[in-house]
């Protein structure tokens, strides 16, 4: 059978462009309890959760879940928000955060980027709020960690991409590989 299904969480196998995957990692110490999951709108422009909230207590160090760079460490809207780029385009936010990183500053799995502030109004109870993007789309970002929701889908919906190793659902495609053709003598 030429129908093959896998799993479209993560695919960290290496490739040419990519020999070295990151490992990905928890944003706070030890396995932090998910308050509320991802839950991205119908459309867009439409109310939605855009990122996973972690229990996390005021003053609780945050880290870096993967190798980036600070684009952005400041205090945005009355919150700390820091955001990294990673390689292969994904991008990471985090807050509320007091930032003890600087913009421009290259950081690696599991080095600090500041600590939860107390800062009421997101959750119920104190958290972190993390965020996972690819260009202007919002991810869940508990696909760096294999532990988002598992869709299956034919093989053929699930190419890596060639810069990062690293398989995401706006990768895919819809040209399904054509069927070889016996031929009888």
């Keep these: ?8 969480v993560l695919l960290l196998a290496p490739t040419p462009a990519a020999a070295d995957p990151p490992d990905w990692r928890w944003p706070l110490p030890g396995q932090p309890r998910i308050l509320r999951p991802f839950n991205p709108p119908p459309e867009p422009w439409r109310s939605g ?3 996973v909230d972690l229990a996390a207590s005021p003053s609780t160090t945050v880290l870096a879940p993967g190798p980036g760079t600070v684009t952005y460490a400041a205090p945005l809207a009355g919150r700390g928000v820091v955001s990294l780029l990673h390689p ?4 990471t936010t985090y807050l509320p955060v007091q930032a003890s990183v600087r913009r421009g500053q290259t950081v690696s799995a599991g080095d600090r980027l500041g600590i939860v502030e107390a800062v009421p109004g997101h959750c119920a109870e104190s958290c972190l709020h993390w965020g996972l993007l690819r260009g202007p789309r ?8 294999a532990w988002a ?8 919906h699930l190419p890596p991409t060639p810069s990062t190793g690293i398989l995401l659902p706006s990768d895919t495609t819809t040209t399904p590989p054509q069927r070889p053709t016996s031929q009888s003598d």
């Design 49 to 51: 959760h855009r990122g």
């Design 1 to 8: 059978m030429l129908l093959a299904i896998t799993v479209a």
């Design 138 to 145: 919002y991810l869940d970002p508990l696909l760096l960690l």
């Design 88 to 91: 292969g385009g994904l991008r």
């Design 149 to 156: 929701p598992i869709r299956l889908l034919p093989h053929w």
